[in-house]
């Protein structure tokens, strides 16, 4: 799928409706889909406990927080990009707190030309985080078959009085005469001698 063709969900996080809305113009709805809005720091966390979201927009500051830690935390433990808006007098103390943790930051306020490439930014983010997230699946699959592999291994040391390096050779053998995965050969055997 091409960046152009790909469909991001956002969530916006601010006091104010008139940043809402005036976000919500620069969203077209056939990229930008679906967009919730939380007014609060609480509301926000709630939200995104409950789905996931590809961008999190904050305009700093709300009523029950800054949003400094949400953003930190949205960053590190989801595979988000986050855009913290805030006040250009502190914007240098707050990006230097929050960028090692990957979070984009803007001061306010700002035009509608800087908000837009803040979102390519953001699908530059977005997508090298996917990316990582597959090979972050490929690694954990694998890790799962190498652990079932060495589980029949063992069976088969235990149960046949095979070395190690003779079990390891009977399942590739196994593998490759039926033309199937080593793990489908061990999750018979582990299923014949467990």
């Not at 620069?26 to 889909?33: A, H, V």
Request: aromatic share 6%.
């Amino acid at each position: 799928m091409s960046l152009k063709e790909r469909c991001y969900s956002i969530l916006i996080v601010s006091a104010t409706d008139s940043f809402t809305s005036a976000i919500g113009v620069l969203l077209p709805e056939s990229r930008y889909t679906p967009i919730h809005n939380a007014t609060t720091i609480n509301v926000a966390k709630r939200m995104i406990a409950e789905r996931s979201y590809d961008f999190v927009i904050i305009n700093s500051p709300l009523s029950d927080d800054i949003g400094t830690r949400f953003a930190i935390d949205t960053c590190t433990l989801k595979h988000t990009a986050v855009l913290l808006l805030v006040k250009a007098d502190i914007h240098a103390t707050i990006h230097d707190k929050v960028a090692e943790h990957g979070v984009f930051t803007l001061p306010k306020p700002t035009s509608k030309a800087i908000l837009i490439q803040a979102l390519y930014w953001m699908e530059s983010m977005r997508e090298r985080l996917r990316q990582f997230e597959k090979k972050s699946v490929s690694i954990e699959e694998k890790m799962a078959e190498i652990r079932i592999v060495n589980k029949a291994k063992w069976l088969l040391i235990s149960e046949l009085k095979m070395s190690e390096s003779d079990a390891h050779r009977y399942i590739e053998k196994q593998a490759m005469d039926q033309c199937i995965t080593k793990r489908s050969i061990a999750e018979v055997i582990i299923k014949t001698y467990s």
